[in-house]
C-alpha cells in the first residue's frame, strides 16, 4: 500500500482534515493488529452528535472481545492480512464525516467484496469468513446506525451477502444480534425506513437459518424483540419476513429459550390473521402453526390463537382457508397423507436467504421440548376442533371436502388417543364407536334409543335381556339343540342388525347432506364430537345472537356440522338447542336461516320423536293450559305466552322436524300424536292462524307434515287434524274475499265467489290427501270422491256439536235418521274448548265446513244453520263486521252449482225469512246500508239462481217473520193493502236507498227475478205496490239504475198477463213512454222494450197511450216500433178469437 502513489485530492483531503481524538473505551482495527504492516494505529471515528444517535456503542456491552478467538486479527492468515490490508483505507473511510465519503466508502467496499475491481479481486469464502466475523464486523456494525440510509442499506446488504458463504455465522452474532435489537427491535423502533427495516427483518431469517441450534439460545429475547417488530410493522413484506423469522425460529430456537416469548410472539402475530393481503395472512398462520407444533402452552392457544383464528374459517382467501384447517388439524395429532399435504401448497415467501428445507423443520423443535412439559394433541381438541368443523360447510367444495378428511382424521387419532377402536371408514358400522365409545362413558343414549343400543351391543337376545346361555355338552342329544338355538339367535341379531343399519341409512339420507358427505361420517369423529358437545354447544348457540351476520353465519355453520357428527348424541342438549333454533330460524340473514333449518332437518332425522315433541308442544301451549290430552312432561323455560313472531317461528321448527322425522320414517307414538293433534287444534293456536298469515303457512305446513309421519295412525285424531285444515281454508278464504275494512259495494264483484287462493289450495289438497291416506273417501257408501267432502261427511256431527251446540248436533242427527241419511260415526278425540259463534275461528271453520260438505250433508245441516244464522244477522246492535261476514259466507254457498240448491233446499222458506230479510231491515248509517246490501245480493244470487221453491217465496211476500213488521212503522217504502207487511216493503226500502246506487241497482234486478218467478200468482195488491216503486226509479239519477228498472216493468207487463185490468195498465205505459224520448240511447232502448212486452198483452192500451205523445217525440222510430207491435198483436189477438168484439179501447 506504501508503493503506491496518492492522487492531488487525497493528500488535499488528509492535509485538510481535522485531528480526530482516540475514543476512550473503544476498541478500533488497531487493536491486536500493530504488527500488521501498512495499518496504523489510528482510527477516525465521527462525532456521535454529527449523524450518529446517543446510544452504548456495542463494545461497552458485555461480550467477547475480538482479540481472541479463531478470527482475531493474529489468527487470520496471511491470505486474509494481505487483503484486508488492501482495503485498509476503504474502511477508514467507513467512519469519515463526510456522509458522501461514507456512502461511497460502504459502496466500495461492497463491490470489492462481492465483485472486485481491478486493484482488489473478490473475496474468496475463506476471506470473507475471517473479515466479515473478525476486523470488518464492529466498523459494519457501527454503520447500522449511520444518519444515512444508504449507509445502512449497505452496511446490512455486506452482512447479509456475505452470511451466504459462511460455513459458521455465529461469531457475528455477539456483535450484531444485540444491535438489530436496538435498532429494530426496541419501542420505539428507531430505524425510519422500511426498506432498512425489511433488511434487519431479512437478515435476522438468515441468522435463525445459519446458526447451529445451540448458539440462539442466549440471543433469543433480542431475536423475538425484532421479530415482534417485524410482525407489527405496517409494511406487508416486512410482516411476511417476521412471520417467517417466526416459523424458522419455531423450528431452530431450543424449546427453554423461546417457552419466554411465546406469549409476546403470539400476541403481536395473532393481529395479522385478520390483515387485508391474504398472503400476510397465509404466512400467519405458517407462524402459528409452527409455535403450536413447537409446544405453545395451552393457555396461550386458548386466550390467544382461538380467538384469532375463529374469523379465518370464513376468510375470503380459499388458501387461506386450506391453510388453517390443515394446521389446526396438526395441532390436534393428524398428520394428512401426501395428498392431503400437497393439495395445500404453501407459497414462497421472499427473504433474501436460499432454501434451507432440511433446517426448517418442526420435528426438532418438538424433539427438543421436554416430555414432562410437552401436551398431548387430544389436549388441543376442546378448543380447536369448532375452528375446524366449521370448514365441513365451506362455500368452496374442495374445501369442504378436505375439511370433512380432517376431521375424520383427526377423530381417528383422538378415538386412538383415548382407547376407542374406531373403523376409518365413513359408511355406516354397526359396532362402532357411536354406541359406546369407551373413553367417555358419562354420555348416555337418550331414553328412546336405550333399548336399541342394548340390541346392538347384544345385551338383548331371542332369550331376553340377562338370559343365561344353554349349556352345551358334545355327544349329548342337548348338543344339537343348543347349537340350533344358537343359530337362530345369531339369526335374529343379523336380522335385528340389518334393520338398524337400514335405519341408520335412512335418517342419513333423511338428512338431505349433499356434498362433501358421501355417506355417514366416521365413527372416530362422531364419538369424538358427542364427547364434546357440552362444551361446543354453548358457544355456538351464544353466537347465534350475536350482531354481527359474519360471526351467526360462522355459528349456524358450525351448528349443523355439529348435529351431523353427534347424531342422536344431541338429545342430552335439546333444553338448550330448540329455543336458540325457535329463534334464529328467523335471521334476516338468509344463510344463517338455511343452515339452521338444515340443522333442524338433522335433528328430527337422528333423535326420536319422542325426545323433541314434548318439549316443542309445551312452548306452543304449556302443560294446564288445557289443550293436551295424555301425558305432559314440563319444560325448562316455556312461557304461558307466545307472540305471532315467536309462534310462527317454534311452527318453523316443528315443521322441519317433522319433516326429517318423516323421511327418517321414523315412528309417532299414538299419545304423542294425539297430543300434538290436540296443540295444533287448540284455541289459542286457531286464534293465531285466522290473525296472522305467517302463523297459517306454518301450521299447515306442520299439519301436512304430521299426516306424512303418522299416516294411518292420523285416523285416530282425524276429527282434531280436519278442524284445523278447516279453519286454515276458511280463514285464506276470508282474507282474499275481504279486507279489514268493509267494500263498497258492488254488484259485480260481491256476486261472484272468489278462488281460492294458493294457500287454500294446498289445503284442500291436505284435506283429499288426507282422507286417501285414512280411507275416508271410501266414507258414506262412496257419495263423493271428494276427499274435503269426505271428511266433512264423517265429522258433520261433530262439526255441528263444536259450532251450534249439542242440542243443534242432536237435532241434525234426528234430520238425518227421518231422511234415511244416516252419518258416519266414528270414534274421535274429544275437543276440549268451543269456538264462541262469532269469533273468528268460529267464523273460518264454519265457513270451510259450508264450502267443502256435499251436498246431501249441508242439505242436512241446514235448518240447524238457519237457526244458528238467525241471531247473528238479525241483530242490528251486533257487530257489522260478522254480519257482512254470514252474509257474504251465504252468497258463496248460493253460488256453488251444488251446494247453493242443498242450501235453499234444507232451509225452506226459513232461510229467507229469517236469514236474507231480517237484515234487509232499515237502519240509519252507512255500515247498516253495507249489511242492507250484502243482504240484497244475497237475495239476488238464490232468486236469479231458482233455488227456492215458488211457494216459499210467495210465503216470504205474503207472511212476514216478525223481525220484518218494524218496517211498516219507519215509514220507508209504500204500499197499500196487501203488500204492506213482507218482503215488498223491504225491497222497496232498498229501491230509495240513498248510499249506495249499486243497492238501488240490486234492489231492481230482484224485483226482476222476484216478478220472473212468482209474478202470475202475486196480488192485486202486491202489483199495484210495486209498479209505482219501479216508477219512481225511471226518475234516478243514474241511468244504469232506470235500465234495471226497465227490466223489472217489463218481467213486471210479461208476467200480469191480459188480465191485468186496463186501467192499472194504462197508468203505467203512461209513466214509461215519456222516457222513449231521453237522452240516453240505452235508456229510450228500455223504455222500448217494456212498451213492446206491453204491447204484446195490450196492445188496445199501449197503442192509445203512444199516439198521445208521438207527435210530441224526437225519437218518433220508437213509437212506430211499439204501434206496429201493437198493431201485430191486435191482430193476431183478432185471428185467435174472430166472434169476440173488439175492445172499446181500441
Known sequence: MSGQKKSIDEIWRELNAPKAKLRQGVAGLAVGLSGLPGITSVVRTKPASSHTPAQPAASDISQPGLRSGPYAASAVGDDATAYLASLQRTINCLADPDRGLRRTAATTLQVKLFTGDDSTPKASPAQLQALLCGPLLRPLVNMLSDSVERCRTTALAVLQDGSHHFSDISPMLPELVPELGRRFGALPVQEPAEEVRLQIAQLTVQLLVATPPPHLARFAPDLAAVMCRSLEDGFPDIKKAGCTAVETAAARVPFDALAPEFERLLSSLAPNLQHQHSRVRLSAIQALDALVAAGAPMVLVESAIVPALRPVGHDRAQPVREAAFSALARWMGYRADASVASAIARPPVTTGVGEHDAWVTTAAAAASQPAETRLPPQAYVPSLLPLLIIGVTDPQPATADLALRLVEGVGEVWAAGNGSSTSTSTTANTKDADAHPAPVDEIRSPPAAVAQNDRREGKITAAGQGAPEPSYVEGSATTACSAEGKSATAEVEAAEEDAFDAAIAARVSACRLGPPYQGRPGAGCRAMVRALLAEHLPPLVR????????????????????????????????????????????????????????????????????????????????????????????????????????????????????????????????????????????????????????????????????????????????????????????????????????????????????????????????????????????????????????????????????????????????????????????????????????????????????????????????????????????????????????????????????????????????????????????????????????????????????????????????????????????????????????????????????????????????????????????????????????????????????????????????????????????????????????????????????????????????????????????????????????????????????????????
Not at 619 to 648: D, E, F, K, Y
Not at 843 to 868: D, E, K, M, N, Y
Not at 1061 to 1068: A, E, M, R, S, V
Not at 1090 to 1110: C, D, G, I, Q
Open 543 to 1146: 353466537q347465534l345472537g350475536e350482531w354481527t351476520s359474519a360471526l351467526r353465519v360462522a355459528a349456524a355453520r358450525g351448528l349443523h356440522t355439529t348435529l351431523v357428527l353427534a347424531e342422536e348424541g344431541v338429545a342430552r342438549h335439546l333444553e338448550l338447542l330448540l329455543p336458540a333454533l325457535c329463534s334464529a330460524i328467523a335471521d334476516e340473514e338468509l344463510e344463517v336461516a338455511t343452515n339452521v333449518m338444515a340443522s333442524v332437518h338433522v335433528l328430527g332425522a337422528h333423535v326420536a320423536p319422542a325426545d323433541w315433541l314434548l318439549q316443542i308442544l309445551d312452548t306452543l301451549s304449556p302443560p294446564g293450559s288445557g289443550s293436551g290430552s295424555g301425558t305432559q312432561v314440563a319444560s325448562v323455560g316455556t312461557t304461558t305466552g307466545l307472540s305471532l313472531s315467536q309462534r310462527t317461528h317454534t311452527l318453523v321448527v316443528l315443521s322441519g322436524l317433522l319433516h326429517a322425522a318423516g323421511r327418517a320414517a321414523r315412528e309417532l307414538p299414538p299419545p304423542l300424536l294425539a297430543r300434538l293433534a290436540a296443540v295444533l287444534a287448540d284455541e289459542a293456536m286457531l286464534t293465531a292462524a285466522a290473525e296472522h298469515g305467517g302463523v297459517r303457512q306454518q301450521l299447515l305446513a306442520v299439519t301436512v307434515n304430521t299426516l306424512a309421519l303418522g299416516r294411518g295412525a292420523c285416523a285416530a285424531v282425524a276429527l282434531p287434524l280436519h278442524i284445523v285444515l278447516l279453519q286454515l281454508y276458511g280463514s285464506e278464504l276470508a282474507t282474499s274475499a275481504s279486507p279489514s275494512s268493509p267494500p263498497t259495494p258492488s254488484l259485480s264483484t260481491s256476486a261472484s265467489r272468489q278462488a281460492p287462493p294458493a294457500v287454500g289450495a294446498a289445503v284442500l289438497e291436505a284435506m283429499a290427501s288426507f282422507a286417501a291416506v285414512c280411507g275416508y273417501d271410501r266414507c258414506n257408501g262412496g257419495s263423493t270422491a271428494d276427499g274435503a267432502a269426505a271428511l266433512v261427511d264423517l265429522h258433520a256431527d261433530a262439526l255441528t256439536s263444536l259450532l251450534f251446540g249439542e242440542k243443534a248436533a242432536e237435532a241434525a242427527a234426528a234430520a238425518a235418521t227421518s231422511a234415511s241419511t244416516p252419518a258416519a260415526v266414528v270414534s274421535q278425540p274429544h275437543i276440549s274448548w268451543r269456538p264462541q259463534a262469532g269469533d273468528a275461528p268460529w267464523q273460518c271453520i264454519l265457513r270451510a265446513t259450508l264450502l267443502t260438505a256435499s251436498p246431501l250433508t249441508l242439505q242436512r245441516l241446514a235448518p240447524v244453520l238457519v237457526s244458528a244464522l238467525q241471531p247473528l244477522v238479525s241483530d242490528k246492535d251486533g257487530e257489522v263486521a260478522l254480519r257482512l261476514a254470514l252474509l257474504q259466507l251465504v252468497d258463496s254457498v248460493l253460488e256453488d252449482s251444488q251446494r247453493g240448491p242443498a242450501l235453499a233446499t234444507g232451509g225452506g222458506q226459513a232461510f229467507i225469512t229469517e236469514v236474507l230479510m231480517p237484515p234487509l231491515v232499515w237502519q240509519a248509517g252507512k255500515t247498516a246500508a253495507a249489511v242492507r246490501y250484502t243482504a240484497v245480493t244475497s237475495m239476488a244470487t238464490l232468486l236469479g239462481k231458482r233455488l227456492p221453491l215458488p211457494e216459499h217465496v210467495l210465503a216470504a211476500i205474503e207472511g212476514p217473520p216478525a223481525a220484518t213488521t218494524a218496517a211498516v212503522g219507519t215509514g220507508k217504502g209504500s204500499g197499500g193493502a196487501g203488500a204492506s207487511t213482507g218482503l215488498l216493503p223491504l225491497l222497496f226500502t232498498s229501491l230509495d236507498e240513498d248510499w249506495y246506487t249499486d243497492m238501488r241497482l240490486a234492489a231492481c234486478y230482484v224485483l226482476e227475478q222476484l216478478l220472473e218467478m212468482v209474478g202470475p200468482e202475486l196480488s192485486d195488491a202486491a202489483r199495484r205496490a210495486i209498479y209505482p216503486e219501479l216508477h219512481k226509479r225511471l226518475d234516478d239519477a243514474h241511468n244504469s239504475v232506470r235500465v234495471a228498472a226497465c227490466g223489472a216493468l217489463r218481467a213486471f207487463v210479461t208476467t200480469a198477463g191480459v188480465a191485468y185490468c186496463d186501467t192499472n195498465t194504462g197508468y203505467l205505459v203512461a209513466g214509461v213512454v215519456i222516457h222513449m224520448d231521453d237522452g240516453d240511447p240505452a235508456v229510450q232502448e228500455a223504455a222500448c222494450s217494456v212498451l213492446l212486452a206491453a204491447a204484446a198483452v195490450k196492445p188496445f192500451v199501449t197503442a192509445s197511450e203512444v199516439r198521445k205523445v208521438r207527435d210530441r217525440f224526437r225519437s218518433k222510430h220508437y213509437c212506430d216500433r211499439v204501434l206496429a207491435a201493437c198493431a201485430a198483436a191486435a191482430e193476431k189477438a183478432a185471428v185467435a178469437s174472430p166472434q169476440q168484439p173488439p175492445s172499446r179501447d181500441a
